[in-house]
């Protein structure tokens, strides 16, 4: 159900794209991770994705040239502008219409018959309940127009574009990550929305690098009035490998220097360094698994793993690198704690793939637990985090996940020129970009 609006363009060109694949709506769907209903809504124009990630992985299953790449994004904003503007209408037309004229209590028709005098007092009841109801009606007005300006003042706040690549840590957070086993002194507490009312605990997190997924150790003292021991230490360690591969044919990098001064693709265990010492950003999505484990026999809840971001800028003008090579076949199961992050959207937030089970989890010294998390960037260069939220008994904690004490970084690529490196060849080669 298409017309000549932004979003039947946008719908046009996706069906332009997958006819052209020849692939089915089922196959693409399962590679997608998404229902074939869903599929046909997008392409039948009937839904607009809410973010761009899907919207690309789609083209560049359909072999989508960078020409095409970038005019799909153009045709997807504006079709979501388009549904931002109709439903943004009515709500402001409400607001409008929330308090009703009460009339005075002088205008209260007169019955045919007066009233005996005996019933003279029920008048003054009758003029007492008037304001009462506009009181209510008033205070009912103020509560709907209060949530609007409030949902308009949350939308102000996000964070905006700029060159902030710091990530200056919020008070309260402990940094856990990179595969150099970097990690810094911090202060750690529960999150404000979600602790309890008990003081903060302090921690302090170190690591040592251990090859492949190799991160910080956490370790705290719980807080003051939790009961417990002063001395004890955060019950679970977490480590992060922020550079892991899905599979080699999916992981691409951006690069500030042209093909002749960038090194062949490394193997996935050596990609820290290569990254490190190319200056390269994740290209298109980001990879990382996130391993996390108690310390002793008791158990620990893992209830939340969310999203912070602390920059978002247009996508970097750099070339985009490929790894693996071209002609070998390239897959692989997705594992079972796989989980999504779309960059793109106002609040990225942490998704289970399709079947899979949500927080929370558990943990102990014997059990613990693997999560695999990507990250999807088209439309911005994203700086960003993660929080683990813990809770063990009548302690509770909140562990920030990153790249070595800085943010993650992750880039859209739509356009850039591309790069693959041949089996067997000696030099850097240009590709179509497509990392399926």
């Known amino acids: 159900m298409t017309d000549g609006s932004g979003a039947g363009a946008f719908a046009e060109f996706l069906r332009e794209l997958k006819d052209r694949s020849g692939l089915s709506y089922g196959v693409l769907a399962k590679r997608l991770h998404m229902s074939t209903s869903t599929l046909h809504r997008y392409c039948n124009g009937d839904a607009v994705p809410a973010d761009y990630a899907p919207v690309e992985r789609l083209a560049r299953l359909c072999k989508a040239t960078p020409e095409e790449l970038v005019e799909l994004h153009r045709r997807w904003v504006l079709a979501d502008a388009g549904r931002g503007k109709k439903v943004a209408a009515p709500t402001a037309e409400a607001a409008t219409q929330v308090v009703p004229e009460v009339p005075e209590v002088s205008e209260v028709p007169q019955s045919a018959e007066a009233p005996e005098a005996s019933e003279a007092s029920e008048v003054p009841q009758v003029s007492e309940a008037q304001p009462r109801r506009r009181r209510r009606t008033a205070l009912v007005a103020a509560i709907a127009v209060a949530g609007v300006l409030g949902a308009v003042g949350l939308a102000l706040g996000l964070p905006s574009g700029g060159d902030d690549d710091r990530g200056e840590r919020p008070a309260g957070s402990v940094s856990v990550g990179g595969e150099d086993g970097a990690g810094e ?120 793993l969310t999203v912070h971001m602390t920059g978002k800028r247009s996508p970097v003008a750099w070339n985009d690198y490929a790894m693996g090579y071209p002609g070998v076949g390239c897959g692989g199961n997705v594992p079972t704690r796989s989980f999504t992050v779309a960059l793109d959207a106002t609040r990225p937030a942490v998704v289970p793939e399709a079947g899979h089970r949500d927080f929370p989890f558990k943990v102990s010294e014997s059990d613990p637990e693997v999560y695999y998390i990507r990250a999807d960037a088209s439309a911005y260069d994203v700086s960003w985090y993660l929080e683990l939220d813990w809770s063990s008994g009548s302690r509770s904690g909140t562990l920030r996940i990153d790249d070595g004490g800085k943010p993650f970084r992750t880039s859209g690529n739509n356009g850039r020129p591309a790069y693959e490196f041949p089996l067997g060849g000696d030099a850097w080669e240009e590709g179509d970009g497509s990392s399926s």
Do not use: N
């Open 185 to 304: 002194s911090a202060r750690a507490s529960p999150s404000p929305s979600k602790s309890s009312p008990s003081a903060s605990p302090t921690a302090t997190a170190k690591g040592e690098g251990k090859g492949k997924g190799a991160g910080a150790q956490a370790s705290s003292e719980p807080s003051a009035s939790s009961g417990a021991d002063a001395s004890a230490a955060v019950p679970l360690t977490a480590s992060a490998a922020p550079y892991s591969w899905e599979s080699p044919c999916s992981q691409r990098y951006l690069i500030d220097k042209p093909p002749g001064e960038v090194p062949p693709p490394p193997i996935e265990q050596d990609a820290a360094a290569w990254v490190a010492a190319t200056g390269a950003v994740s290209s298109g999505e980001q990879y990382v698994t996130l391993t996390v484990q108690g310390t002793g026999e008791e158990t620990v809840v893992v209830k939340d």
